[in-house]
């Protein structure tokens, strides 16, 4: 068995209004990342998605806050510890992240050597600048990047060398554990599938052991990640392998996820699209039984009253849905009949 990297346990984390509300927008997720392994997040826009990302890193500023949970990084749990043990021992060294929209946070009066700097100073303050830059020419070229991008400015490059700069910057300490959010959004499809290609020979190369990919993109995932899981609500409804999640959802949100979006790939091409009704209920009130309920076209009375816990079946599979999976299956197998009569 391939030894654990990353081991999240039962994390919830919150948002605090400025009215005093709590929006708890990560609720209970576990999750394990095994080294070697690469591990996709999928939902859409508002599910908790890139705050679990933030979470994952331990580095928690107002108006986020810890709740409850472990977060296990080789080992170690980085939890409890203070802000700046994190800032100094584990961001950048143990786990690093990639934030959505990152080439645009790049300062454009600096070259990217000066960020090069400022990162490994944080962990080095004694490094001098000629072996700081030493490190950065051969990161970057082992990741297939011109020395020349050392001294240019972020204006300078381009929106897809920009991004694949900003991922050189953040595994420049060849961090244990990667997130990358939303990483090849706002890209043209060219820019995407080189960003996708550094991504995955980050782990061949050895610059980092295992990658978190999110994006709202289920498809994407098949091609980049080993493993999917898939949040709604603050919640994990469902987890497998890349295959298993793509093509062959279970959960009705899983489902309905892969069924509203344009799939070129064989096996998925001649899917109906259909629309998800409704929209995500309020975190800040979540109702008490299943949080799709008010969505779910197979929703029953239990549904919205019975708290729903993940039911595990073959292998690492899992999925939080109260209808049993051969009902469900056998649900889904009519519709296809239907569709096609």
Same mark, same amino acid.
């Given at each position: 068995? +391939?030894?654990?990297?990353?081991?999240? #346990?039962? @994390?919830?984390?919150? !948002?605090?209004?400025?009215?005093?509300?709590?929006?708890?927008?990560?609720?209970? &997720?576990s999750?394990?990342?095994e080294?070697?392994?690469?591990?996709?997040?999928?939902?859409?826009?508002g599910?908790?998605?890139?705050?679990?990302a933030?979470?994952?890193?331990?580095? !928690?500023?107002?108006? @986020?806050? !810890?709740?409850?949970?472990?977060?296990?990084?080789?080992?170690?749990?980085?939890?409890k510890?203070?802000?700046?043990?994190?800032?100094?021992?584990?961001?950048?060294?143990?786990?690093a992240?990639?934030?959505? +929209?990152?080439?645009?946070?790049l300062?454009?009066t #600096?070259?990217?050597?000066?960020?090069?700097?400022?990162v490994i100073?944080a962990?080095d303050?004694?490094?001098?600048?000629?072996?700081?830059?030493?490190?950065?020419? %051969?990161?970057?070229?082992?990741?297939?990047?011109?020395?020349d &991008?050392?001294? %240019?400015?972020? &204006?300078?490059?381009?929106?897809?060398?920009?991004? #694949?700069? &900003?991922i050189?910057?953040?595994?420049?300490?060849?961090? %244990?554990?990667?997130?990358a959010?939303? *990483?090849?959004?706002?890209l043209?499809?060219?820019?995407?599938?080189?960003?996708? %290609?550094?991504?995955?020979? @980050?782990?061949?190369?050895?610059?980092?052991?295992?990658?978190?990919?999110?994006?709202?993109?289920?498809?994407?995932?098949?091609?980049?990640?080993?493993?999917?899981?898939?949040?709604?609500?603050?919640?994990?409804?469902?987890?497998?392998t890349?295959?298993?999640?793509?093509?062959? *959802?279970?959960?009705?949100y899983?489902?309905?996820?892969?069924?509203?979006?344009?799939?070129?790939?064989?096996?998925?091409?001649?899917?109906?699209?259909t629309?998800?009704?409704?929209?995500?209920?309020?975190?800040?009130?979540?109702? *008490?039984?299943?949080r799709?309920?008010?969505?779910?076209?197979?929703? #029953? *009375?239990?549904?919205?009253v019975?708290?729903?816990l993940?039911?595990?079946?073959?292998?690492?599979?899992? !999925?939080?849905?109260?209808?049993?999976?051969k009902?469900?299956?056998?649900?889904?197998?009519?519709? +296809?009949?239907?569709?096609h009569a």
């Amino acid at each position: 068995m +391939a030894k654990v990297i990353l081991d999240v #346990r039962e @994390l919830t984390t919150k !948002y605090i209004t400025r009215y005093n509300e709590d929006v708890y927008a990560v609720d209970h &997720v576990s999750l394990k990342v095994e080294e070697g392994k690469s591990l996709g997040i999928a939902g859409e826009s508002g599910c908790g998605k890139s705050t679990l990302a933030l979470s994952l890193m331990g580095y !928690y500023f107002a108006p @986020l806050h !810890y709740t409850s949970g472990e977060i296990i990084i080789d080992g170690q749990n980085i939890s409890k510890l203070d802000p700046d043990t994190i800032r100094k021992t584990i961001l950048g060294k143990e786990i690093a992240y990639i934030p959505q +929209a990152a080439m645009n946070a790049l300062n454009p009066t #600096r070259k990217i050597i000066n960020f090069i700097e400022d990162v490994i100073q944080a962990h080095d303050e004694i490094m001098s600048k000629k072996d700081i830059y030493d490190l950065a020419r %051969k990161s970057f070229e082992i990741l297939g990047l011109s020395e020349d &991008v050392l001294q %240019k400015y972020p &204006v300078e490059l381009s929106g897809g060398m920009k991004q #694949r700069t &900003v991922i050189a910057i953040s595994v420049i300490l060849f961090p %244990k554990v990667l997130i990358a959010d939303e *990483p090849s959004s706002a890209l043209d499809v060219t820019s995407q599938k080189m960003v996708i %290609k550094m991504l995955r020979s @980050l782990m061949e190369k050895g610059l980092i052991k295992s990658m978190i990919f999110i994006t709202h993109e289920l498809p994407l995932l098949k091609n980049v990640t080993d493993d999917i899981m898939v949040m709604y609500a603050g919640q994990i409804i469902e987890k497998g392998t890349a295959n298993e999640v793509v093509f062959d *959802p279970i959960h009705p949100y899983a489902k309905g996820l892969m069924g509203s979006i344009i799939v070129p790939e064989k096996g998925l091409r001649d899917v109906e699209l259909t629309a998800i009704p409704g929209v995500p209920p309020n975190l800040k009130n979540p109702p *008490p039984g299943c949080r799709f309920a008010e969505r779910c076209k197979y929703c #029953r *009375p239990e549904c919205r009253v019975l708290s729903v816990l993940p039911h595990e079946i073959a292998g690492d599979r899992a !999925y939080r849905c109260i209808i049993p999976e051969k009902e469900l299956r056998e649900i889904y197998a009519k519709e +296809a009949v239907e569709q096609h009569a």
